[in-house]
Nanobody, 127 residues
Framework: FQLQASGGGLVQPGESLRLSCAVS????????VGWFRQAPGTEREGIGC????????YYTEQAKGRFTISSNDAKSTVYLQMNSLKPEDTAVYYC?????????????????????WGQGTLVTVSS
């Protein structure tokens, strides 16, 4: 199936932004979705994951408190709500899904656990 992230743009420090990840394809609603980001010159890092049911969410310590992952009732769109944005949040943001359906992978923030990736959306936090 396919994933497509959108919603990036230029925001000022302290502002909020919500990214969307459209998930499509046969059985797509049976899969968890993870969010990652990659800042210039750095490795891609995990942010969190939402389970296929939409009720289980997992976050890295860095993401807790400012970032929230959710999905719509149809599980066709997964959101990443980002609050109190900082310049260091500037990155390309990606959504991804594992090959195995169900709950988020045990290592939900590891790139190795995900097999399907959408193209990224650029978020720039700058005054």
């Amino acid at each position: 199936f396919q994933l497509q992230a959108s919603g990036g743009g230029l925001v000022q420090p302290g502002e909020s932004l919500r990214l969307s990840c459209a998930v499509s394809g046969f059985g797509a609603d049976d899969y968890s979705v993870g969010w990652f980001r990659q800042a210039p010159g750095t490795e891609r890092e995990g942010i969190g994951c939402v389970s296929s049911s939409g009720y289980g969410t997992y976050y890295t310590e860095q993401a807790k408190g400012r970032f929230t992952i959710s999905s719509n009732d149809a599980k066709s769109t997964v959101y990443l709500q980002m609050n109190s944005l900082k310049p260091e949040d500037t990155a390309v943001y990606y959504c991804a899904a594992p090959e195995v359906a169900g709950d988020c992978p045990g290592r939900f923030d590891s790139l190795d656990e995900y097999d399907y990736w959408g193209q990224g959306t650029l978020v720039t936090v700058s005054s």
